[in-house]
């Protein structure tokens, strides 16, 4: 059974422009996280999804990130303009329904690089 | 910002030998987990361990919790080569919402 699925898996873009990343949970898992990872501040929550709907987007660092989930499959975190500081790798994981403690299934991650 | 402290920051040890690693967290939680991370890899779960719980194994995992003094214990026994990585708790006090540490770097010495 694949996992989860992120692309792309590298991105470099310039500063100003628009990224965007997409990831495809694992089949039958109702919970989508996003997550991201630097050197600086760890790893970090920015946004979670149940069964596709925003649940909790406090971590979105600021108006310039988005995210979507227009259906179980699929999810996007859009970066729009993008700066130097959003560089990171950027984490996918997915959850299966059921009681509230269970585990995160994290993808293979996107390292972004905005110059 | 992160409610869990790994400590130590990095520990090598060589293969065989046991690597014990900490977690200290500020707020009561419902539940604890581990992580491991390949490098240039995402993250791959190890190991829960609820609130009520004190102790928990799973192969050569033992993990322990003292909710007193808000911390918890991954021990790995006979560490291999394929050990190195970086180890993360997490902690979750509301729903599915977890904040990782900063992580604990295994190196592993043949």
């Known amino acids: 059974d694949a996992g989860v699925i992120q692309s792309p898996r590298h991105e470099v873009t310039e500063m100003g422009q628009e990224v965007t990343l997409r990831c495809k949970p694992i089949?039958?898992?109702?919970?989508l996280f996003w997550y991201r990872q630097t050197m600086m501040r760890g790893l970090e929550l920015l946004i979670y999804f149940n069964n596709n709907v925003p649940i909790d987007d406090s971590g979105m660092p600021e108006d310039r990130f988005s995210a979507k989930m227009p259906n179980a499959s699929f999810s996007t975190l859009k970066i729009q303009p993008s700066e130097p500081r959003d560089s990171a790798v950027y984490f996918c994981?997915?959850?299966?329904?059921?009681?509230?403690?269970?585990?995160?299934?994290f993808g293979p991650g996107t390292r972004l690089t905005v110059l | 910002s992160q409610q869990g402290e790994e400590d130590p920051q990095a520990l090598s040890i060589q293969e065989g030998e046991n690597a014990t690693m900490n977690c200290s967290y500020k707020?009561?939680?419902?539940?604890l987990q581990w992580y491991r991370q390949n490098s240039g890899r995402g993250l791959v779960h190890l190991i829960l361990i609820r609130s009520n719980e004190r102790e928990k194994h799973s192969g050569r995992l033992r993990v322990t919790l003292d909710t007193s003094k808000k911390s918890s214990s991954l021990l790995i026994t006979a560490s291999r080569a394929a050990d190195t990585a970086s180890y993360f708790c997490a902690t979750s006090l509301v729903d599915y919402k977890l904040s990782f540490g900063a992580g604990t770097t295994v190196t592993v010495r043949a």
């Open positions: 707020t009561s939680i419902n539940n």
């Open positions: 089949s039958g898992h109702d919970y």
């Open positions: 994981a997915s959850s299966p329904p059921g009681v509230s403690y269970n585990e995160q299934f």
